[in-house]
């Protein structure tokens, strides 16, 4: 009862924070381990479980979601639906050990660039680049759709990070478009993650119910907030506290 009040608690956390901020993985992870799931294995389940809850924000956010940037929303999709596959399959032949040794620095690495984003972008703009081209988006895209096919904790803050590198400014239009994106990343992750043998099933239901429930109200949370400027800081310090966190452990 113990691990069940536990999972249920850190699904619906989990996608509460998927939906306003990312980086409910940062919760969801930890509890599988917790209750006796090997990383790996942790991870993929969080993957999978996460899906129910980035398709009911993005729901919630449909009304929000344009255009902006050098690519449309196909060439996104496409690139990441190429770049889950990639990460996806660089997951499945990664040790355990190694995995966990990696966690930390990716997630301080998402932190920095969602923090340094408005600043980096404000200079490129002062130099006369503007938002980034075709290229560079579309290479943006892509290495962050692999490091969300290898690993979910923090997809959400790369994906806010990429987006405002790339010319993004509606932070509201963002969180839709972030949690569309992160569902199908999982979606094509997490049919590898089956295919391999990671899923553990029991734990992965009782996330996915609760993600869900936690999504939809996250997303309508969001989309209340007027400030989005404290929106983002928010985000800045949830990523810095799970980064600090995972450092530790």
Same mark, same amino acid.
């Given at each position: &009862?113990?691990?069940?009040?536990?999972?249920?608690?850190? $699904?619906?956390?989990?996608?509460?924070?998927?939906?306003?901020?990312? $980086?409910?993985?940062?919760?969801?992870?930890?509890?599988?381990?917790?209750?006796?799931?090997?990383?790996?294995?942790?991870?993929?389940?969080?993957?999978?479980?996460?899906?129910?809850?980035?398709?009911?924000?993005?729901?919630? #956010?449909?009304?929000?979601?344009?255009?902006?940037?050098?690519?449309?929303?196909?060439?996104?999709?496409?690139?990441?639906?190429?770049?889950? /596959?990639?990460?996806?399959?660089?997951?499945?032949?990664?040790?355990?050990?190694? #995995?966990?040794?990696? %966690?930390?620095?990716?997630?301080?690495?998402?932190?920095?660039? #969602?923090?340094? $984003?408005?600043?980096?972008?404000?200079?490129? @703009?002062?130099?006369?680049?503007?938002?980034?081209?075709?290229?560079?988006?579309?290479?943006?895209?892509?290495?962050?759709?692999?490091?969300?096919?290898?690993?979910?904790?923090?997809?959400?803050? &790369?994906?806010?990070?990429?987006?405002? =590198?790339?010319?993004?400014?509606?932070?509201?239009? &963002?969180?839709?478009?972030?949690?569309?994106?992160?569902? %199908?990343?999982?979606? /094509?992750?997490?049919?590898? #993650?089956?295919?391999?043998?990671?899923?553990?099933?029991?734990?992965?239901?009782?996330?996915?119910?609760?993600?869900?429930?936690?999504?939809?109200?996250?997303? @309508?949370?969001?989309?209340?907030?007027? @400030?989005?400027? =404290?929106? @983002?800081?928010?985000?800045?310090? %949830?990523?810095?506290? &799970?980064?600090?966190?995972?450092? %530790?452990?």
């Amino acid at each position: &009862m113990t691990d069940l009040l536990l999972l249920c608690l850190a $699904g619906g956390a989990a996608g509460l924070l998927n939906a306003v901020a990312g $980086g409910g993985t940062f919760l969801s992870l930890p509890a599988l381990i917790y209750v006796g799931v090997p990383p790996v294995a942790a991870n993929a389940t969080a993957t999978l479980s996460a899906l129910p809850g980035y398709l009911s924000s993005a729901w919630a #956010f449909r009304g929000d979601m344009k255009t902006e940037g050098a690519l449309g929303l196909r060439a996104i999709l496409g690139l990441a639906a190429l770049g889950s /596959i990639l990460g996806a399959l660089l997951l499945i032949v990664t040790p355990g050990e190694t #995995f966990l040794w990696i %966690v930390p620095w990716l997630l301080l690495l998402a932190t920095l660039l #969602f923090a340094c $984003g408005p600043f980096l972008l404000k200079a490129l @703009r002062q130099r006369g680049g503007g938002a980034a081209g075709p290229v560079v988006s579309a290479t943006a895209i892509l290495a962050v759709s692999i490091y969300g096919g290898y690993f979910n904790g923090g997809l959400g803050i &790369m994906l806010l990070a990429a987006f405002s =590198l790339l010319g993004h400014t509606d932070l509201h239009g &963002m969180n839709g478009l972030k949690n569309l994106l992160s569902a %199908v990343l999982s979606l /094509i992750s997490a049919g590898a #993650f089956v295919w391999a043998g990671l899923i553990a099933w029991e734990q992965a239901l009782i996330l996915a119910v609760s993600a869900t429930a936690g999504g939809y109200a996250g997303a @309508r949370l969001s989309r209340r907030i007027v @400030r989005t400027d =404290l929106l @983002r800081w928010f985000i800045t310090l %949830v990523g810095a506290a &799970m980064t600090i966190a995972f450092f %530790v452990l």
